[in-house]
């Protein structure tokens, strides 16, 4: 207990930053190295490498030097054996205030998750609060159950060490893997594994250098599920493979216990999968050999639902897979070091041991809410138990309160969309980041960032840990040695904000500005030459393609091994013409968009008219979007017969800028975004259903928050819909083999819809808004998710009104062909593209 009492002047004499910033990795920021220099004495070499064989002592050899990475390690273990057995024999007196303190604990708030915290309230000094035998179980043990009851003292009485003291000996890399190593290979040894090829492959500085001119090769093959392949580098060299019909998990290089446990933990997707025959469902199938083979992915199809948890559960075995695979290899090279003698070791030896990077997490899991995290950690779980052994989980109790959700906060009788349903369940706050530390038994939760394996976190709980340039207390230097980086839901980030996104892609695999105590002995070459880049495996899910998505992917995706996209299965010639007429890089594949789009689900009849903008470039199309609409759009409905008029604006760039210009125009408006308090937005709605505000701006991101379920048709059916389409419409609408329609003669009404950077209704209200009123709909631009299109289309059956006087006018350029595409569908899109009219109309109806 002396050395724990010493450690109590040094803590209290950090300032309040010292001590976050000592909380949240572990070790004093770089700015003050008294922290580091006190750390040393306890890194004990006989306690740390404390199975060195006593005939080498006898020998008289020199000690062995304690090396970087065991320095890294002491992080996990920072107990010297007189402690241990100091705490043995106090655990009968002390047992109850052990428990105590651990219940305290575990109802702690996350150390250094929330950059903004309550104002008065005492964070604990620990990173990792000790944690009891309650804690280091199982997170599925029914026994830990959520919202236990909390005693024992206040936080201002936590303990101030910053270790997991009593059960460090389950997180050390060695006593688990020494372990497990008299049982069988632990480590990679087959040379045909895909790990060690990737990490071993060696580049010249002449290939790296050239990476930035050089153009990009592609390849398609075809793939059973995943249709259209298109493989595609920047290097010169260019390898494809097809899949095998079978594959056999032995063949996969499973670490262990992955190999054993994974046909179980799958099995409720075999269950429902109809062709099982093998240990992955058909499209999993695919996908892992992709991520097995260590190449950059592009998959636009990942949904919320069953088929997103499908892509979920491959994702967190491959990035396991790696992490048990990583740890195996730099251990098995300490044994290897341990049994030479000290005097053998010379500096030509060092190439055979360079296994590692120059920090210790490797993975990094992007997830946009606290939900996902505690799916992912719950996978991890389930990957790691086998049969009757359970897995140790340290902090467990503190990570459910803080990751769960109570059932009783969710509002009844509350009507939503399933696909609603499917985003927004459990907890939804978006500002966290937890370090885990992986063995092949245990799991550490709130681990220091720095003796992490694993890190998963949100743009949002990234950036503000990274800061900004110029900041004093900012730190990114653990991002250093990402090797995998696993980027889910992609879509819901232009949802949150995107900038947060790219910032954190900035500051990936940079050269840390302090060792951190790393042996460069140890570290690999690429990494040292600033390299770590091209063998960074990125791996991106979301539910559709979008522009920024795709350029984050060409821009940032620099993997040696290449890219996989996947074309769509089902988009035929049209998808061909649709492509060709996209501007953009050739490797911008159009995915997942249906052959008809979403405007054949609009449930009332209704003349949609699409009209086309010219933008000379990417950059100048906000500019002649916005003339456009002031000068083309706008004049038609500035009469008071227009009123009633609802105007999207999927951008907040665009949103301000329409909203300052109805102001300086003095127009009779109402605004709502996702920054409206309820009463302002009660207030927009019933101005605008009145008809004293003859527009209504409507934010993307408010729709996306707080979006209702929609009716069906009559009967409660949904009714099947004939499009029909006419070019060329100078003036106005076109008769177009339905019912005949004029021009615009009859009052419409206006919805305009635009997307706000932030999202600050996560987490706040959940009362789901309906806009009744609205008999003219304008889409400033094309919605980011297609199916808002027929979503917003089928609110006008809530204005009343004769369905005569409802119009949809729709604007668009050719940069927009995806999202066009996803609305029209893709034969369409590229008729519209490359036709020589500007204005299209299409007419839907019950047929």
Not at 710 to 739: D, K, M, N
């Amino acid at each position: 207990m002396g050395k724990r009492a010493g450690r109590g002047p040094l803590l209290r004499a950090l300032t309040k930053k010292q001590k976050r910033h000592l909380r949240d990795f572990g070790e004093e920021h770089p700015f003050h190295d008294r922290c580091a220099l006190a750390r040393p004495a306890a890194l004990e070499p006989g306690s740390e490498i404390s199975d060195t064989s006593s005939s080498e002592s006898e020998d008289g050899s020199e000690p062995e030097q304690v090396s970087g990475y065991h320095k890294l390690l002491a992080t996990l273990k920072d107990v010297s054996g007189e402690e241990e057995e100091e705490e043995d024999e106090e655990e009968e007196g002390d047992s109850a205030g052990d428990e105590a303190e651990v219940t305290d604990t575990d109802g702690g708030s996350e150390v250094g998750v929330e950059a903004d915290a309550q104002a008065g309230k005492r964070l604990p000094v620990a990173s990792v609060a000790p944690c009891g035998p309650a804690d280091v179980a199982s997170l599925s043990d029914p026994k830990g159950e959520v919202g236990a009851g909390h005693s024992g003292p206040s936080q201002q009485e936590l303990p101030e060490e910053f270790t997991d003291t009593k059960h460090e000996s389950f997180f050390s890399l060695e006593t688990n893997f020494i372990e497990e190593q008299s049982g069988g290979r632990c480590g990679p040894q087959v040379s045909a594994d895909p790990f060690l090829r990737h990490v071993s492959r060696e580049l010249r500085e002449k290939d790296v250098q050239a990476v930035a001119t050089n153009p990009r090769t592609t390849q398609q093959l075809t793939w059973p599920v995943l249709g259209q392949v298109v493989f595609s580098s920047k290097f010169r060299t260019l390898e494809t493979f097809k899949p095998p019909k079978d594959v056999d998990i032995k063949s996969l290089h499973l670490q262990k216990p992955l190999d054993s446990t994974w046909t179980k933990t799958n099995s409720p997707f075999l269950s429902g999968c109809p062709r099982p025959g093998g240990p992955f469902t058909p499209l999993q199938q695919e996908l892992f050999l992709v991520m097995n083979s260590y190449r950059d992915l592009f998959f636009p199809e990942r949904h919320a639902g069953r088929g997103g948890e499908e892509v979920r559960l491959v994702y967190c075995l491959h990035a396991l897979n790696h992490v048990l695979k990583a740890n195996a290899h730099v251990l098995g090279n300490n044994s290897q070091r341990r049994a030479q003698k000290p005097q053998r070791l010379g500096l030509g030896d060092d190439g055979d041991f360079r296994d590692q990077g120059l920090t210790r997490p490797k993975v990094l899991i992007v997830v946009p809410f606290r939900e996902a995290a505690l799916r992912v950690v719950q996978l991890f779980i389930q990957l790691l138990e086998g049969g009757s052994k359970k897995v140790v989980v340290s902090n467990k109790k503190r990570f459910q309160g803080e990751y769960g959700s109570d059932p009783a906060e969710r509002p009844p009788n509350l009507k939503r969309p399933e696909d609603y349903e499917a985003v927004f369940v459990g907890n939804i706050d978006d500002h966290f980041r937890i370090g885990v530390a992986v063995l092949q038994r245990s799991i550490r939760l709130y681990a220091p960032f720095y003796s992490s394996d694993i890190l998963i976190a949100s743009p949002l709980g990234l950036r503000t840990i990274i800061g900004a340039e110029g900041e004093k207390q900012r730190d990114f230097d653990f991002l250093s040695s990402i090797e995998l980086l696993v980027l889910d839901q992609a879509d819901i980030y232009l949802m949150q904000n995107w900038e947060h996104v790219l910032h954190l892609m900035n500051h990936v695999n940079r050269l840390p500005s302090d060792p951190h105590g790393v042996d460069f002995s140890r570290v690999r070459m690429w990494s040292l030459n600033d390299w770590a880049r091209h063998y960074r495996q990125t791996l991106l899910f979301g539910a559709l393609q979008d522009p920024q998505i795709n350029a984050l992917f060409n821009k940032y995706c620099v993997n040696v091994e290449g890219q996989v996209l996947p074309l769509s299965p089902q988009g035929g010639r049209g998808a061909g013409l649709l492509h060709a007429l996209t501007p953009g890089p050739p490797q911008v594949a159009v995915r997942s968009i249906p052959m008809t789009g979403s405007i054949s689900r609009v449930l009332v009849q209704l003349p949609h008219v699409f009209q086309r903008l010219e933008a000379e470039d990417l950059t100048s199309v906000i500019d002649a979007r916005f003339s456009f609409f002031v000068d083309r759009v706008l004049p038609q409905y500035r009469d008071a017969v227009m009123a009633h008029t609802l105007i999207y604006v999927p951008s907040y760039f665009d949103f301000v800028r329409l909203r300052n210009y109805f102001k300086r125009e003095d127009l009779s408006f109402a605004p709502i975004c996702e920054y409206s308090r309820r009463p302002a937005v009660s207030r927009a709605r019933h101005f605008f259903l009145r008809g004293e505000r003859q527009f209504l701006l409507l934010t993307e991101r408010f729709h996306f928050y707080k979006r209702c379920r929609q009716r069906a048709g009559p009967g409660g059916q949904r009714a099947a819909h004939s499009v029909a389409l006419a070019s060329g419409c100078p003036g106005g609408l076109r008769t177009t083999g339905g019912r005949p329609h004029g021009g615009l003669t009859a009052p419409p009404r206006l919805l305009v819809l635009c997307r706000l950077r932030d999202s600050p209704l996560v987490g706040g209200g959940s009362r789901a808004y309906t806009i009744k009123g609205v008999r003219n709909l304008i889409f400033y631009e094309l919605p980011t998710y297609a199916h808002f299109y027929s979503e917003l289309c089928s609110m006008l059956r809530a204005g009343g009104g004769a369905e005569a006087a409802w119009t949809c006018t729709a604007l668009y350029s050719r940069y927009d062909a995806q999202r066009l595409a996803a609305v029209v569908g893709v034969e369409r899109a590229a008729q519209m593209l490359r036709s020589k009219k500007s204005v299209h109309l299409f007419v839907t109806g019950e047929s």
